[in-house]
């Protein structure tokens, strides 16, 4: 007996062989001989099928069919998309005619053609979404989501569900008992103790074998910096410097400045501290003898938020004038004004001959000494925030690594001179504090109090 079929057919894509049997498609042809054909038509119409697919012929699958495009079923062939009249040889249902509708040129049928490709080419995929997933990079950001605990997207989702990416490194531990901002950490020469300070008003002291609290000092005021030089302790606080000798236990304290010190450094025996009134204050002292104030270094119209020490004994500032000011350490004068930035210069390093400067204007400064003595910018690194801090280590390979503190609560790693991106890290809030330890380790301490103890590994693993 004839087949009368009522599916449409151009003349370009017209059938020369009997229709494919759709219980056959299905796995469940029990006819032998059977009067359609058991194998897959060569013509172009079936480009939206697959051999594999489980598809059943009844008003649910045509109901369902356009659910297949928004939430894909756990068979990653379930979800290739596909044309009824490539399924049956009956007459399509309304469901089916719109679904034909959609593919309206070449071009839609061509994409779908690669799409069909590429899933049945990946026969072990569990779900069509680890499919996509692979075809499509990750983000470079942390989910938000995710940090909260209320991402429902799992491993499809686009952005990070880690706290940091990169290779050659790990994190070993995460200490928190301070409840604000860590703006400094420390390790004393002859201690086996880690020191962080926060504008909880707190100095705490951390066993770097436990990894535990051992000692807490109240200042009643907030620090705002805090570093450490041979075995002397030093804590920015408002108008003064709090300074302990953790081999002798003296407690001394150095008034002066006026408002909150916000920065400290020493360089050629000198103690300086930059100052919310935009005055740097310098100490003379052999941090055996008692300190001597020697100087008080003007020239910045704001407060003072960066110091650093770079070769020929010279000191940098940065400002929140927009300034970087040189000094020389001999005369304690100024030497030279640099207006690189438009904003505020927020942290400053040496390396080799080279000054670092980074500024809420979303740049960091490369600065290289001319045959005149002064300073240019030969190379600028542009980034989406403002740039909080910088700080500068080696890795196991003692290759230099350039991080920097970003407003987005995120800190790049970048490898010098080439500023290649080598991997990010990413906290809660944005880290305002930076160490570096024996065999590798190097700390973080973010706004919330939490400091983050790292290791560089000796042999890196592939990037996460």
Known sequence: MAIITTTKRSERFRRTTPPTCKYWQAGRCNRNPCQFSHSLPTSPSNVYYNANSTYKHSKMASSSAKKAFKKPENCALRAVEYRPEAMSVEKPTKCEQKAVADVEDVATVAKCEQKVVLIEKTADVEDVTTVAKASVGKSRNICKDWMTDN?????????????????????????????????????????????????????????????????????????????????????????????????????????????????????????????????????????????????????????????????????????????????????????????????????????????????????????????????????????????????????????????????DNSVRMYELPTFLERGRLFTRQEVRSFGIGPGGLFFTGDGTGLLNVWKWLEEPKVPT
């Open 151 to 407: 991402c429902v997207h799992g491993d499809l989702c686009q952005n990070l569900h880690s706290w940091f990416y990169g290779d050659g490194f790990s994190t070993l531990a995460k200490l928190h008992e301070h409840n604000k901002a860590i703006t400094g950490i420390a390790l004393p020469a002859g201690s086996n103790k880690l020191i962080s300070g926060s504008t909880d008003g707190t100095v705490r002291a951390w066993d770097c074998n436990t990894g535990r609290c051992v000692h807490m000092i109240h200042l009643n005021s907030q620090v705002t910096s805090l570093i450490s030089e041979g075995p002397w302790i030093f804590a920015g606080v408002k108008n003064a410097v709090k300074a302990w000798n953790i081999q002798t236990g003296a407690d001394v304290t150095l008034d002066g400045p006026k408002g909150q010190v916000l920065s400290l450094n020493v360089g050629n025996d000198i103690l300086l501290a930059g100052a919310e009134d935009g005055v740097i204050y310098a100490w003379r002292c052999s941090f055996e003898s008692p300190f001597k104030m020697v100087a008080t270094l003007s020239g910045h119209s704001k407060p003072v938020v960066s110091l650093a020490i770079g070769c020929h004994k010279m000191l940098y500032s940065g400002s929140m004038d927009h300034t970087i000011k040189v000094w020389d350490l001999d005369t304690l004068q100024c030497t030279m004004t640099l207006n690189g930035h438009t904003d505020v210069v927020t942290s400053l390093i040496c390396w080799d001959n080279f000054l670092l400067s980074a500024s809420s204007d979303c740049t960091v400064n490369v600065w290289v000494c001319t045959e005149e003595g002064t300073l240019e910018v030969t190379y600028t690194h542009t980034h989406e925030n403002a740039v909080l801090g910088l700080y500068g280590m080696t890795d196991a390979e003692a290759k230099p690594i350039l991080f920097c503190s970003c407003k």
